[in-house]
């Protein structure tokens, strides 16, 4: 009599354990994003200091994106980098012409001093402003 109640239950209990492809799909879909956020985060911390006139702002909440400056903080160009490897971002900086040190102490070499911007924003006969004016900045930065 059990043998029966079992087997009357048996398919009632199979249906409770069966897997949804579209609930794996998803799965699969979290699991890709976390792997890009990891390799975002490893750039952020390990690859950003490396380079120089890159500057990194936190913004809670916000998708990690490049902005663009010119010389005088005007902006340029937005490019996101969430959906980006750690390696795709480091070819699109050096794409983009920004100068990577081998080590983070090592200097820059003088004709990368205002990469990855081409030449120098100042005439031959001027010498750069010690700091930029207050009202110059970025909201970015």
């Known amino acids: 009599m059990w043998l029966i109640v079992l087997a009357a239950l048996l398919p009632a209990v199979r249906s409770a354990y069966e897997l949804d492809p ?23 911390t390990q690859d ?12 809670p909440g916000a998708d990690p ?7 005088y903080y005007q902006e340029l160009d937005r490019i996101p980098l969430s959906d980006m490897t750690r390696v ?3 070819t699109l900086l050096a794409e983009l012409g920004f100068y990577k040190k081998a080590q983070e102490e090592d200097e820059v070499p003088e004709e990368f001093r205002f990469s990855p911007a081409k030449g120098s924003p100042f005439p031959e006969d001027q010498a750069p402003p010690n700091e930029a004016p207050a009202d110059a900045q970025h909201p970015d930065l």
């Open 22 to 44: 579209q609930k794996l799909q998803g799965l699969a879909k979290a699991k890709v994003e976390l792997n890009r956020l990891r390799e975002v985060k490893a750039f952020v």
């Open 48 to 59: 950003i200091p490396l380079y120089h006139n890159l500057v990194m702002k936190h913004i």
């Open 65 to 71: 994106e490049l902005v663009l400056l010119d010389h």
């Open 88 to 90: 795709e971002i480091n």
